[in-house]
């Protein structure tokens, strides 16, 4: 049945094939069995099935395909690209993936871009690349396997070098992240980055982005750093190195024969080597140097380390060793030259006096200053023992200030009598002399004591016994008191015999009353 079949079938298609025979533009046999429309880029050969269908040979119609599709048989052919790449892509047919005859609107490619395997390509989807979305490198309007692929393409604005690398990008940059940098300038050019170099940044030595002509020399780069102002030659290695431009291996001793020690030590090479670092020597004495610092206006000659050491420039000097005198207290913190007015050579005097006679406010009258002052302070902590002078600081006068009895300070100006300080207090007018010690003492001006019977020998009895000394005592006494002890010398006012009986007042008369007399 199916032969039967077969021959009416084909029968048919010849009947057909006669009827449209004069017509030239008549459909071909297989264009009647068509299943339907193809796609709009296939349009053009739709007439014309024997562009892509080979009659009764599928195994021909691969080919017919690929001598249209000649850049999918170049890459079978290398095994590049996706068709190249894509497993057993010798043993794929065109029409296993693309199938045709779906109408002009149909996708005949089928690709479904979330679950596209960009690992079957020539550009393997790494690093950062992975989390990108397909637009950011494959543009609507032009076919994947258009898409560059060199890094530049994509990523030409983020390239600082401005192309002056060229375009080998991968070189250095990493698809991980394109910051990440693996180049290694050790190994890949003639000049190690050791030390500081190591920390630099690009920038810092290829200025502009250009790099073929870099210089690698230190004066190239270092040439505003240069203190020496190229006086030293081009030759920095030999004092500096990499790890810092600062820190010299420059051995001072064995280049010069002056070790650098001390305050030396810390200096700058600019503070000795002036003019720019000029390989003119510098003085190597301390009076070269110093002569700015020298106090001594060079009265102690050149040689300054008799005195002074590398560690300071403050003298060492052994006062005491050298001058017998030695520096304690306020004299530790002075300048040599507040002494040694002149020649430094020349010895001074050591006696207080010698020194301090402008400072002296006793005129000279006290010889020994030591006695009451001391090198910790001229006006300070004065100590005098008055107890060794002709007047010893008793009672009273033993809490009274100097300046209480020394008006001045020339000590011995000052007066020993009582009178001479406390005229002021006597209430007696001088009546009673000037020894004012017969009654007062030191302890207190107004604890007095007097005996007048064994003082004077005049015994105050009777009436007497209750007067006040003023009323005996009347005018200014001299020193020693003397006054007359008759009775008529004070009485004769009161004497009613107006001296008839002469001045014997006591024959009649007694101390208990000038009255009432009695007489044998």
Known sequence: MNTVWRHVLLGMMLYSASLYSTNANA???????????????????????????????????NQLCL?????????????VGFHGIHPEPAQTECRSCHTEHKGRAADIVG???EGFDHDNTDFPLTGDHAAQPCASCHAQDKAFRDTERECASCHENDDPHRRNLGRQCGDCHEPSRWSLTSFDHNTTTDFRLNGAHSTLSCASCHVDQIFETTPDTCANCHALDDVHAGERGDQCQSCHTEKTWADSSFDHRAE????????????????????????????????????????????????CAECHSSSSWKTDFDHLASSGFALTGAHGELSCDQCHRGNLQDPLDTECEDCHASDDPHEGELVSCSSCHNDSSWTNRVRFDHEF???????????????????????????????????PNDKHDGSLGTDCGQCHNPSGWALWSFDHTAQTGFVLDGAHQGLICSACHLQSAAHPLQIATSCISCHTNDDAHQGQFGNACERCHSTEAFTGARFD
């Open 111 to 113: 690709l479904v871009p």
């Open 67 to 79: 001598e249209c599709h000649e850049e999918v048989a170049v890459d079978l052919d290398k095994r």
């Open 389 to 423: 002078t002709e007047f010893p600081l008793l009672g009273m006068h033993s809490v009274a200030t100097c300046d209480q009895c020394h008006v001045s300070a020339a000590f011995h100006s000052a007066a020993q009598a009582c009178a001479d300080c406390h005229t």
């Open 27 to 61: 459909a071909s046999i297989e264009s009647l069995v068509m299943p339907g429309p193809v796609i709009e880029a296939h349009g053009e050969v739709e007439q014309e099935c024997a562009s892509c269908h080979s009659a009764f040979s599928q195994a021909q119609q």
């Open 256 to 303: 010069t024969d002056f070790a650098l020690q001390g305050r030396h030590s810390d200096l700058s090479c600019a503070a000795c080597h002036l003019s720019n670092m000029s390989l003119t020597t510098p003085p190597g004495s301390c009076a070269g140097c110093h002569s700015a610092d020298d106090v001594h206006r060079g009265q102690r000659g050149t040689d």
